[in-house]
Nanobody, 115 residues
Framework: QVQLVESGGGLVQPGGSLRLSCAAS????????MYWYRQPPGKQREVVAV???????NYADSVKGRFTISRDDAKNTVYLQMNSLKPGDTAVYYC?????????WGQGTQVTVSS
């Protein structure tokens, strides 16, 4: 089974930027969609962004215009570029891969936005 490993999280000041990476141990081309989720402290996990195998994208209203999801199939990696970060973006960010037969989660990476 493909495994996902997120990286790129950390502490950033409000207004700053981070780029998260989700590296897969195998091909991501077999998954019809790749997602970024986040789970803020004390809250439920929520979808942040999705990119399909055809490179269609969609975003949560709260991050539209600030976050960009992309994929590099040659590197089996999905990215989340996060700009103009706000304290409300503080969360553990998870990568998720979905096909008709399986759903795979990464272990998560912490993003903290604070001055």
């Amino acid at each position: 089974q493909v495994q996902l490993v997120e990286s790129g999280g950390g502490l950033v000041q409000p207004g700053g930027s981070l780029r998260l990476s989700c590296a897969a141990s195998g091909s991501i081309f077999s998954f019809h969609a790749m997602y970024w989720y986040r789970q803020p402290p004390g809250k439920q996990r929520e979808v942040v962004a999705v990119i399909t195998v055809g490179r269609s994208t969609n975003y949560a209203d709260s991050v539209k215009g600030r976050f960009t999801i992309s994929r590099d199939d040659a590197k089996n990696t999905v990215y989340l570029q996060m700009n103009s970060l706000k304290p409300g973006d503080t969360a553990v960010y998870y990568c998720n891969a979905r096909s008709l037969t399986q759903t795979v989660w990464g272990q998560g990476t912490q993003v903290t936005v604070s001055s």
